[in-house]
């Protein structure tokens, strides 16, 4: 896969955010082209449940067309996970609105050694039953009305998944909402591409 670059200084400052945070996640936005960063904006994070959720604020976001104006773009969109891996929950998956953007997500599962890594995350909104998925796949509800499926690399796609999922490779995450009623609502399937991370190191 072919890797995205930041700075020295982003990098550092990704870790220093995350780590003035903690316990709460937080989050950001890079500005850069293609692949390369080189300017970090620090966002609010207006998540109702910022212990394991992060939502940037839209003021924060609406910077993406000042960025456009200038020829740039929000290359990425970075938050942290206070204490858990540096690999996207089912929950980033259903934040994941921006498919033009990288998520960068900074690991202080040990504050000593933090890791940040790279991903493209793609939503598919396949025309399946919601409800028969959910009857015959063994999801999670991971926050409050929202449930998540998890395709690792190597697990035999359940035949349910076989038409939905087709064309999208593993590893991916089947998300949904419920509605008033407690039924499926906005069912999507998001891949993940993870990235590699390089740091340029200026004298």
Same mark, same amino acid.
């Given at each position: 896969?072919?890797?995205? *670059?930041?700075?020295?200084?982003?990098?550092? #400052?990704?870790?220093?955010?995350?780590?003035?945070?903690?316990?709460?996640?937080?989050?950001?936005?890079?500005?850069?082209?293609?692949?390369?960063?080189?300017?970090?904006?620090?966002?609010? =994070?207006?998540?109702?449940?910022?212990?394991? =959720?992060?939502?940037?604020?839209?003021? $924060?976001?609406?910077?993406?067309?000042?960025? #456009?104006?200038?020829?740039?773009?929000?290359?990425?969109?970075?938050?942290?996970?206070?204490?858990?891996?540096?690999?996207?929950?089912? *929950?980033?998956?259903? =934040?994941?609105?921006?498919?033009?953007?990288?998520?960068?997500?900074? $690991?202080?599962?040990?504050?000593?050694?933090?890791?940040?890594?790279?991903?493209?995350?793609?939503?598919?909104?396949?025309?399946?039953?919601?409800?028969?998925? +959910? +009857?015959?796949?063994?999801?999670?509800?991971? +926050?409050?009305?929202?449930?998540?499926?998890?395709?690792?690399?190597?697990?035999?796609?359940?035949? *349910?998944?076989?038409?939905?999922?087709?064309?999208?490779?593993?590893?991916?995450?089947?998300?949904?909402?419920?509605?008033? $009623?407690?039924?499926?609502?906005?069912? +999507?399937?998001?891949?993940? *591409?993870?990235?590699?991370?390089?740091?340029?190191?200026?004298?």
């Amino acid at each position: 896969m072919q890797a995205i *670059t930041l700075p020295q200084a982003i990098y550092d #400052e990704i870790i220093v955010h995350a780590r003035e945070g903690k316990p709460e996640e937080i989050c950001g936005i890079l500005r850069g082209r293609g692949r390369e960063a080189f300017e970090l904006f620090r966002a609010e =994070n207006v998540a109702t449940e910022r212990i394991e =959720n992060y939502d940037v604020d839209a003021q $924060s976001l609406m910077k993406q067309f000042e960025f #456009e104006d200038a020829g740039d773009e929000m290359m990425g969109i970075y938050h942290s996970h206070p204490v858990s891996v540096a690999w996207p929950s089912a *929950t980033d998956a259903w =934040n994941a609105h921006y498919p033009e953007s990288y998520y960068l997500i900074c $690991s202080l599962e040990y504050d000593d050694a933090p890791v940040i890594r790279a991903f493209r995350m793609l939503a598919t909104f396949p025309d399946v039953d919601g409800e028969a998925l +959910r +009857r015959v796949l063994p999801f999670r509800e991971v +926050r409050r009305g929202l449930f998540g499926y998890y395709q690792a690399v190597g697990q035999p796609t359940p035949d *349910t998944l076989h038409n939905a999922a087709a064309g999208i490779a593993a590893p991916f995450y089947v998300v949904f909402n419920v509605d008033e $009623s407690g039924g499926v609502d906005e069912l +999507r399937i998001v891949g993940l *591409t993870e990235h590699p991370v390089w740091i340029v190191r200026h004298s």
